[in-house]
């Protein structure tokens, strides 16, 4: 009881932060900035603690976090030119060449687990950015409604697929990485998700909120999507966690784990989100 309790106050103070931070522009990047540094710290703190690598963390942290701000900075017409991303291009420039002098008996794992943290963590977290910035005839503007329903329909098919999988789950989805899960489960999630992509686009329709997303279809296009690409996400980090030998990736969330099994399915939902819309956009 005493678990579940912790479990459950966490999760609504996860939540609410999450909702409360899309309200103002810098009150996301901050947020998103210090989640990106946290994920890839604990990323990188497990690699060296688990895996014969000697990752710079606190270089490479603060790579993943101006690569955040740098792809902000540049979707919101802040810093509207190629230039912001110098710094990144030659901290990235040094973290290979650093391994010449470090005498580090597995320089190709370093660099390898470097450069994962940026792809799947920074690169992932960053793309919050590039749909939460709605480019007009003149102009950049900043909305909610994009970032905040993925998230939303992440926490219905966590939710849907707990429920439904806890009543009907027989059928395994994928027991060779991830046993919990069950088809009955992931179907039960994505019923959730579908329902909840119409009752958004009902509201963006009703309320005309800016959004690239108009029509129904194309949102239960999105909550499918979100549903895969989610799913994945989540697998993906399983995968990681088993063959670290892991049953966590932290303890910073209680009853939660730690941030990367907190954000494991949005790293992949937003990077495929961002397709969708701009593939969407040029139909």
């Known amino acids: 009881m005493k678990n579940l309790i912790i479990r459950s106050v966490t999760g609504i103070l996860y939540v609410a932060i999450i909702i409360a931070s899309f309200l103002k522009p810098i009150a996301m990047i901050g947020l998103f900035a210090l989640i990106t540094g946290m994920t890839i710290w604990e990323f990188t703190g497990l690699i060296n603690d688990k895996v014969n690598a000697n990752v710079n963390r606190f270089i490479t942290t603060i790579a993943g976090v101006y690569l955040f701000i740098a792809i902000t900075a540049f979707c919101s017409d802040f810093i ?32 390898a687990y470097t450069m994962l943290s940026q792809m799947w963590i920074a690169v992932g977290f960053a793309m919050i950015s590039v749909i939460s910035y709605v480019a007009q005839e003149y102009y950049t503007t900043f909305s909610f409604v ?42 039960g999630g994505g019923v959730f998700v579908i329902i909840v992509s119409i009752v958004i686009a009902y509201f963006v329709q009703k309320y005309d909120l800016q959004c690239p997303l108009k029509s129904t279809l194309q949102w239960i296009g999105l909550g499918l999507v979100v549903i895969i690409f989610g799913t994945w996400g989540d697998l993906i980090e399983s995968l990681f966690k088993r063959t670290l030998g892991i049953k966590d990736s932290g303890t910073i969330l209680p009853g939660h784990g730690g941030m990367l099994d907190r954000f494991d399915s949005a790293l992949l939902a937003f990077p495929a989100t961002v397709v969708y819309v701009y593939t969407i956009s040029m139909v």
């Not at 912001?84 to 597995?106: C, G, R």
Request: glycine fraction near 6%; hydrophobic fraction near 45%; proline fraction near 8%.
């Open 146 to 187: 994009l970032p905040l329903s993925i998230f939303i329909m992440i926490w219905m098919n966590d939710t849907g697929a707990y429920c439904t999988g806890s009543l009907m789950g027989k059928h395994k989805l994928f027991p060779r990485i991830s046993p919990n899960k069950s088809w009955e489960g992931s179907i």
């Open 80 to 111: 509207p030119t190629g230039a912001v991303f110098i710094p990144y291009i030659v901290t990235l420039i040094y973290l290979f060449v650093a391994e010449l002098y470090t005498k580090n008996t597995q320089p190709i794992v370093t660099w």
